[in-house]
């Protein structure tokens, strides 16, 4: 199977679930905030959804991840390195929230911004070359894993939580996250796909990373001075 | 590996190259932060051209809205009632320690601005109601007070039944105590 079928499979298995926990979710998006102050006790579906649209609608996770899979042609490695992401940022989304752990959203979010640089840098070979090693992009998009988790963590932490059914909702939100980003990657995905079958990727490829770390730089500058203008 | 080395196999950028793009990337990200990010989100604007495309005005959203609505139920500003509107006025003397009412007959809903003075005294009052056929003693205060001569407010009944007041002279002199109200009620009565 080409990865282009494999892909619009998954894409259209996820609109499906995607479809479902919007029909179940109705009428709560415009109050998300709201909901999630006033909710008591076990609200699985709710905080799934809500974890869903925080991941795409979350440009910052989602250019990290178009970094990430630049030049994964392989859906094995896509799930490893998708994998490895969302171990960590379930562990410290999960530690945040539960630990009540206060981490400066704006910092958080700054690195996040440093985690897209980074990436695209790694993307254009740039350590090889200036320092003549390739540092371990596992482990690389491990630890950036684990920074996201804690952007997403204060995100929640925004929100005075009510504690009956606090574990069993942080999951559904990590839930939500990763189905969010199964979504959002199969779309990825499937765009990247048709642009690496065209003569003009080879040449686009440079400019593509060259764009992406701007954009980091972007996320970077807007929380750092979002940190130094509300301090 | 993953990286552009498979789609340029014979080799890695230049380090030059690659200076430059991260140099380049970096100069992108300025402009974009100074003419537009930081007008937007922050109002700060050191070139002037994000208040030229009006991108400014994104910060100058009313900060004081949020804290000036209180938490609790906020006041009607329109209630609308069918039915005549009353005026009653009703003096109602009290001799030293003596107490006695003046209510309103209210359906839920109805609504009278009311205005009482004393004239040789003081008094404790108690505004209050009762719904109809309450037990004894059933009733809810809305305004206690004491050593007051006069008084005056808007009310709206939040129940049906009758809403008034019971005035207590508590002073060594007789007082009269005079009461107006204007609005849309029933009927007002001594009880």
């Known amino acids: 199977m080409t990865l282009h079928a494999t892909a619009l499979r998954l894409l259209l298995a996820v609109l499906g679930c995607g479809c479902i926990g919007a029909a179940l979710a109705h009428g709560v998006a415009e109050g998300d905030a709201g909901f999630i102050e006033q909710s008591r006790g076990v609200q699985l579906a709710p905080f799934v959804y809500l974890g869903a649209k925080h991941m795409v609608t979350g440009y910052d996770h ?27 940022h379930s562990a410290t989304l999960l530690y945040g929230v539960l630990s009540g752990s206060h981490v400066d959203p704006y910092l958080v979010d700054a690195i996040i911004g440093l985690s897209v640089v980074y990436k695209a840098l790694d993307n254009l070979g740039a350590y090889r070359r200036w320092f003549g090693v390739q ?23 925004d929100f005075t939580l009510d504690a009956d059914g606090l574990v069993a909702n942080i999951l559904a939100f990590n839930v939500g996250v990763e189905i969010g980003q199964l979504l959002a990657l199969t779309a990825i995905l499937l765009a990247m796909d048709y642009w690496r079958r065209s003569a003009a990727f080879a040449r686009q490829a440079f400019a593509a990373n060259l764009l992406l770390m701007s954009a980091g730089f972007v996320l970077m500058g807007y929380q750092i001075a979002g940190y130094f203008t509300t301090a | 590996m993953h990286d552009i080395s498979e789609q340029h196999p014979e080799q890695l950028p230049s380090a030059r190259s690659l200076r430059r793009a991260t140099l380049l990337a970096a100069l992108i990200a300025a402009a974009v932060l100074v003419t537009a990010v930081l007008p937007a989100e922050y109002g700060i604007d050191p070139t002037g051209i994000g208040r030229a495309l009006g991108l400014t005005s994104l910060n100058q959203a009313p900060p004081a809205a949020a804290p000036e ?24 003397p009290l001799m030293p ?11 839920a809903g109805d609504h009278f601005v009311f205005r009482w003075t004393v004239a040789g005294g003081a008094v404790s009052f108690d505004m209050h109601g009762e719904r109809h056929a309450a037990a004894e003693g059933e009733f809810t205060s809305y305004w206690l007070g004491e050593a007051q001569s006069a008084a005056g407010g808007s009310f709206r009944a939040p129940f049906a039944g009758t809403h008034g007041f019971y005035w207590q002279n508590d002073g060594t002199e007789p007082v009269t105590v005079r009461l107006q109200t204007s609005g849309f009620y029933e009927a007002l009565f001594m009880p």
């Open chain 1, 62 to 88: 989602l250019l990290f991840l178009f970094g990430v899979i630049f030049f994964l042609y392989r859906l094995r490695d896509v799930g490893i390195y998708v994998t490895l992401f969302a171990i960590g």
């Open chain 1, 135 to 157: 540092p371990d992009t596992r482990a690389a998009v491990l630890i950036f894993g684990l920074f996201h988790g804690f952007g997403l963590a204060t995100k929640l932490q």
């Open chain 2, 69 to 92: 609505a209180p938490a609790a139920a906020p006041p009607a500003t329109l209630v609308k009632r069918a039915g005549e509107l009353r005026s009653d006025e009703m003096a109602l």
């Open chain 2, 97 to 107: 320690g003596q107490g006695a009412e003046i209510k309103a007959v209210m359906a």
